[in-house]
């Protein structure tokens, strides 16, 4: 364990000593390339050896190396919510929200936790401007939010996110599914 953290202490201090010297940005993301890719397959062997602590440490040091990459942040907030520190993930994934304004998927990971916890009320807030965002957002923002409206018995609500996703992704059968339930919802059937 020691020399997997020499070697990150290696790694943060030669990507530093590259920055003085002011290389190429062709070598600069090579050697940045190498640095992410150790840092990623030590990160996998603690995991797979169960210290998560070092685990979270690893993460916590790629999520500040690189603030807007969402595997790394999502895959740091998953990992403190497996250990249950429910208040840092939470802070992170607000702060990837927040350090993020150009990504439409932003909210997702905090809207995926507070759904998850059956939060619902915390959602739409958190969702909605990803529907009016620049950009594709990820099918999984209808989905929550959709499913968040119909918990709150918003189904008017429920039924406009779907119908959007349905026109986006035609193909998707089970939001035509659940589509079809808002809507029988809507005119009173229960089936």
């Not at 500040?64 to 403190?80: A, K, R």
């Amino acid at each position: 364990m020691k020399t997997g953290r020499l070697v990150l202490s290696a790694l943060v201090l030669g990507v530093g000593c590259v920055a003085i010297a002011a290389p190429s940005q062709d070598r600069v993301d090579a050697i940045w390339s190498y640095a992410k890719d150790r840092i990623d397959r030590q990160t996998d062997v603690w995991f797979d050896d169960g210290d998560f602590p070092a685990t979270i440490a690893i993460l916590s040091v790629s999520g500040i190396l690189n603030p807007h990459d969402y595997e790394s942040i999502t895959n740091l907030g998953w990992m403190q919510e497996n250990v249950e520190q429910w208040d840092a993930a939470v802070k992170t994934y607000e702060r990837y929200r927040e350090d993020n304004p150009q990504d439409p998927d932003r909210a997702l990971p905090i809207a995926q936790y507070y759904f998850m916890k059956k939060q619902y009320a915390k959602v739409p807030s958190l969702l909605e401007p990803s529907m009016t965002a620049k950009g594709k957002p990820h099918a999984n923002i209808y989905r929550i939010l959709g499913s968040s409206y119909e918990k709150l018995g918003k189904l008017e609500d429920a039924k406009r996110v779907l119908s959007k996703y349905v026109s986006i992704a035609p193909k998707d059968g089970q939001a035509k599914v659940n589509l079809a339930r808002i809507e029988r919802k809507l005119k009173g059937e229960n089936r």
